[in-house]
C-alpha cells in the first residue's frame, strides 16, 4: 500500500514563506505524476503544482504562480512545495498526491494516492 506523508505545515503572517515536503513510502519513480491538492473551507479541492517525475517538468495554478515552486528528489523518494509570498487566501489543507497514469494534472480523481493532508495557516 502506498504511503504519502506530507509534513511543514504550520501558521506564518502574510508574505512569509514555508516549505511542504511529501515522502512516499516507495520509489518516486513508479509513478507519472506528483504534486500537491489544497482544500480550503466551503471550496472544492483544487490543483495546485505538479511535477512530472521522469522529465521534471512542473505546472502550476493561476493562483500561486510565481509565488510557488515544486521540486522533486527521487533519491529521497520526496517532492517539495516551496511557498512564497503567502497570502490569507493560501490557507488551506494541503495534500500531496501521486499518480501512475496520466491524468490532466488538475483532475482530483486522476490521482489513485493521497496524503493525509497538512493544514497551512496565512493570517493578514
Known amino acids: 500500500q502506498v504511503q504519502l506523508v506530507e509534513s511543514g505545515g504550520g501558521s506564518v503572517q502574510a508574505g512569509g514563506s514555508l516549505r511542504l515536503s511529501c515522502t512516499a513510502s516507495?520509489?518516486?519513480?513508479?509513478?507519472?505524476?506528483m504534486g500537491w491538492f489544497r482544500q480550503s473551507a466551503g471550496k472544492e479541492r483544487e490543483g495546485v503544482a505538479v511535477v512530472y517525475i521522469g522529465s521534471g517538468l512542473t505546472a502550476y495554478g493561476d493562483s500561486v504562480k510565481g509565488r510557488f515552486t515544486i521540486s522533486r528528489d527521487n533519491a529521497k523518494n520526496a517532492v517539495y512545495l516551496q511557498m512564497n509570498s503567502l497570502k490569507p487566501e493560501d490557507t488551506a489543507i494541503y495534500y500531496c498526491?501521486?499518480?501512475?497514469?496520466?491524468?490532466?494534472?488538475?483532475?482530483?480523481?486522476?490521482?489513485?494516492?493521497w496524503g493525509q493532508g497538512t493544514q497551512v495557516t496565512v493570517s493578514s
Open positions: 516507495e520509489y518516486t519513480s513508479r509513478f507519472n505524476l
Open positions: 498526491v501521486a499518480s501512475d497514469t496520466w491524468p490532466p494534472w488538475k483532475s482530483r480523481d486522476g490521482y489513485r494516492y
